[in-house]
């Protein structure tokens, strides 16, 4: 098997691994992150699959990159679609099929909020150590920044901001459970710190492995 084929195995495994990690946040019920948040709350109340609505809310990231990068846009990154679609039929099994049971203690939830975003931090590092296809809100949140002179972090900050407030917006009006919580705060403080470690752990597993296409 060639160097090109394993990396993306790697990458739909890593996509497959970050669809676990994401299913248990949402098991748990302590709320979850900010974009996960919105998706949960929209899927309350038009009554759909969270990961259904996952995959519909990062599709439109994909369309939003492509009108925002038009030429600029590396069609590898179409890879996207796929890959959300994957993403989403991860945590629709592992929720609805596999996670039939319910939570009724606070501090057990808190417990498997943390590892599961400990898992989620690990297949995400993957996917960034790889660089070869991006999670389809980091693209846009990207795609903007060509069109806009706001960095990065300031766009992909402001999107959690925006995504906080129709989850606030939408659970006030329609009286649909609360996908923020403790877990949303936890995440903040947590996830940035984890993933900085895993990809320094994997950097030089991947490289050793010639998986790696820069230094």
Same mark, same amino acid.
């Given at each position: ?66 009108? *925002?990068?038009?030429? !600029? $846009? ?9 890959? +959300? /679609? =994957? ?59 060509? *069109?806009?002179?706001? !960095? $990065? ?9 925006? +995504? /906080? =407030? ?50």
């Amino acid at each position: 098997m060639n160097v090109k084929s394993k990396r993306y195995i790697l990458i739909v495994l890593a996509f497959m691994i970050v669809g676990t990690g994401c299913a248990f946040t949402l098991k748990s019920g302590i709320g979850v992150g900010a974009w996960d948040a919105m998706a949960k709350s929209v899927s309350d109340l038009i009554g759909i699959e969270v990961g259904t609505m996952g995959m519909i809310f990062n599709c439109t990231c994909v369309v939003g990159q492509i009108i *925002i990068l038009r030429k !600029k $846009f590396r069609w590898i990154q179409l890879l996207q679609i796929p890959l +959300s /679609v =994957l993403l989403g039929m991860v945590i629709n099994f592992v929720f609805y099929e596999l996670l039939i049971f319910e939570f009724q203690s606070f501090a057990g939830g808190i417990i498997m909020y943390i590892i599961a975003s400990t898992v989620c931090a690990f297949g995400v590092s993957i996917v960034m150590l790889l660089d070869e296809v991006t999670f389809a809100l980091e693209g846009f949140c990207m795609a903007l920044t060509d *069109i806009i002179p706001v !960095k $990065f972090h300031v766009v992909r900050q402001a999107a959690d901001v925006i +995504s /906080v =407030l129709i989850v606030v917006i939408l659970t006030l009006i329609f009286n649909i459970s609360w996908s923020i919580g403790i877990g949303t705060i936890l995440g903040m403080l947590t996830f940035g710190p984890t993933l900085g470690i895993f990809m320094k752990i994997f950097k030089p597993i991947l490289k050793k492995q010639g998986l790696l296409t820069y230094e």
